[in-house]
């Protein structure tokens, strides 16, 4: 059972609800509710949905959905938002494919020297490059769904969207996977990077600093640059967007504060203290972030 200290209680054993993976019938039974119109069906309607002639059989693996998966509501059976779901995960694709995408141009422009990046995708993760420069822009798992009924085009795109979401949403202190706490601490890149087999590679290694994102509740954790939480600042991008840097339209990899190792400096480390300068067209804007990784105030210099 999980642990109880953490002001979380399970109602079923996580062992018990994975019994949902245990039989064919009950995904079946799942995907069958999934389609159907307002996700209910009869028990004979479900029954003859999933081909399966042995009532008892079917009785018996029907019934270890019911309650949590599904609700037996009146005479039709409806799938839950725990049905949902177990739907969805397989859906992403992650337990069931790992597709590759060679070297393909990709949308914007690499902030160091204005070639065309490149997207590759392999082992669930999903890398933008500039060949021209030789330097990696950003790396992020991204789930195969992503590419289903996209063109390579529209898969990119929807990575970025998606990995500025979550970043923001994470460095704001709320799990995307388990909607759990996310601690939030500055770390020095290359030290406690070099701990991790994961990060080997790490794009944003040369950072001098970089935020670790740990749930207290789920398996997630992470290291992303500290000027993603600029992001999350709305008055940090109405100063930028009045500077023509809109973060909708530009991608992640061409913002300087998250590419860039320069525009990120530690003022202190106890307390933390972290600025972030970004480059303006008629000269910069400076955010000092406190020691939570929080915008305390900005600077414009002309
Ligand atoms: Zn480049
Ligand atoms: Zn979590």
């Known amino acids: 059972m999980l642990p109880a ?3 979380f209680r399970t109602d079923i054993d996580p062992q018990d609800a994975f019994q949902v993976f245990s039989h064919e019938l009950r995904l079946e039974t799942l995907y069958a509710l999934w389609e159907a119109s307002n996700y209910a069906l009869s028990f004979s309607e479900l029954q003859s949905a999933v081909e399966e002639r042995d009532s008892g059989k079917f009785t018996y693996h029907l019934e270890q959905l019911t309650g949590h998966f599904v609700r037996e509501d009146d005479s039709e059976y409806v799938l839950q938002y725990a049905g949902h779901r177990v739907i969805d995960a397989i859906q992403s694709g992650v337990f069931t494919a790992s597709p590759t995408v060679e070297p393909t141009a990709a949308p914007g422009q690499c ?3 204005d ?3 490149t997207f590759e995708y392999d082992s669930h993760l999903a890398t933008i490059a500039c060949p021209e420069c030789a330097t990696k822009l950003i790396e992020y798992p991204f789930d195969p769904g ?4 996209r063109s390579p085009t529209e898969a990119i795109r929807t990575f970025d969207e998606r990995t500025k979401h979550k970043w923001r949403l994470a460095s704001g202190g709320t ?3 388990c909607a759990g706490c996310v601690e939030v601490e500055y770390v020095d890149s290359p030290t406690e990077i070099d701990k991790h087999d994961r990060y080997e590679e790490y794009f944003a290694a040369g950072q001098p600093a970089i935020l670790h994102l740990d749930c207290t509740h789920c398996s997630f954790y992470s290291f992303v640059p500290v000027g993603v939480r600029l992001l999350d600042s709305p008055a940090v991008l109405g100063r930028l967007a009045s500077h023509g840097l ?11 504060f998250v590419t860039d190792p320069a525009t990120t400096t530690v003022q202190s480390r106890d307390p933390w203290h ?3 300068t970004v480059p303006t067209e ?3 804007l400076t955010v000092d972030l406190d020691h939570e990784a929080t915008v305390e105030s900005i600077t414009e210099s002309l």
């Open 246 to 256: 809109d973060i909708s339209t530009q991608y992640l990899w061409e913002l300087p």
């Open 282 to 284: 008629t000269g910069s």
């Open 115 to 117: 070639g065309t990046p």
């Open 274 to 276: 972290v600025e972030i």
């Open 146 to 149: 992503g590419f289903q009924d």
């Open 111 to 113: 902030p160091h020297c």
């Open 175 to 177: 799990c995307f996977v």
């Open 5 to 7: 200290d953490d002001g």
